[in-house]
């Protein structure tokens, strides 16, 4: 993505037509994620119509991941136990064609967690959601993340994002302010969230949960099927942040919005 001429809206009947299927469709989607949005991304994935399931022993999770519709993979609060657990689950949805999403949550600064990013980057991941800073320091790019939280714009992380995307052949979706889906050629721009979506945690946890659940709806349509994912999830924290008090408000409000969402919605009908 060289020029700016590649970077585009995403259509809303696009994210229309996939929200139908997913409904229909209700994937099961495989969440090895981090312990503190665990509750949150079940409810995230159960609102919109995805089956939320958090098998995390190592003498399962392999053998469930390549039953899922999708797998997730967030390193969060990874440790030893996750690790082969996380090992065992790409492998097996690799063997059986089931999409993974890498969330490389605070990747960069921590050497564990950053070494085992790089090790899973090279087991073909179908789409990797991070934000700003994460997405830089995966690509090698100097960052200023701290800790969970981005200190970058998404903009600035787009070239990395396109970087990534070239060099592993995943989707790459870098959030923020407005976020970015490239597959290294084409670029999509959704600038449909609220900064109050950053004041609760597990919006971007969830994002790569809800991603890993469209993935699972046509593997010939990643690049469409993961902007259609952050359409979705900003298009209802945007709608819910107008709504809310804060924090506190926000969070139901947002389930309740994820539950209600129609596809005339996402083409321009009144949420
Ligand atoms: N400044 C902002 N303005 C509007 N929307 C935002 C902003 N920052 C993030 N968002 C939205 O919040 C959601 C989460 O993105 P973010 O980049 O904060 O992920 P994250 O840092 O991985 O989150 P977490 O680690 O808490 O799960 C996305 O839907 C994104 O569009
Ligand atoms: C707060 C936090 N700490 C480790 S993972 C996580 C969730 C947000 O990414
Ligand atoms: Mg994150």
Redesign the pocket.
């Known amino acids: 993505m060289n020029s700016p001429h590649n970077l585009q809206l995403f259509p809303g009947s696009a994210a229309a037509h996939w929200l139908t299927q997913l409904r229909t469709a209700s994937p099961l989607v495989h969440c090895l994620t981090n312990q503190v ?1 665990q509750n949150f991304t079940a409810n995230v994935l159960l609102a919109l119509g995805a089956s939320p399931a958090m098998v995390v022993a190592r003498q399962e999770a392999g053998d469930f991941s390549a039953i899922a519709s999708g797998l997730l993979v967030n390193v ?1 609060t990874l440790n030893e136990t996750q690790v082969e657990a996380m090992l065992l689950a790409v492998a097996s949805a690799n063997g059986a064609g089931v999409p993974w999403v890498l ?1 490389p ?1 605070a990747v960069g600064g921590l050497g564990y967690r950053t070494d085992f990013a790089h090790r899973l980057l090279t087991m073909q991941p179908a789409a990797i959601r ?3 800073s ?1 997405i830089m320091a995966l690509a090698g790019f100097s960052s200023a993340g701290r800790g ?3 200190t970058d714009d ?1 903009l600035d992380a787009l070239p990395a994002a396109v970087e990534l995307a070239n060099r592993c052949g995943a989707i790459v979706a870098v ?3 407005i ?1 970015y889906v490239t597959d290294g050629q084409t670029c999509y721009a ?1 600038p ?4 109050l ?2 004041r609760v ?7 790569s949960a809800v991603v890993a659940a469209f993935l699972s709806l046509d593997k010939g349509k990643r690049l469409e099927l993961v902007a259609c994912a ?1 359409m979705v ?2 298009f209802c ?2 709608a819910a942040a107008k709504e809310s008090a804060g924090p506190g408000s926000f969070v139901p409000r947002f389930l309740d919005l994820l539950y209600q969402l129609q596809p005339e919605h996402l083409m321009g009908k009144t949420l």
């Open positions: 949005v969060g969330d949550v991070g934000n700003a994460e969970v939280d981005s998404s959030t923020g302010a976020d959704l449909f969230g609220d900064p979506m950053t945690v597990g919006t971007g946890c969830a994002l952050c999830m900003a924290g945007g």
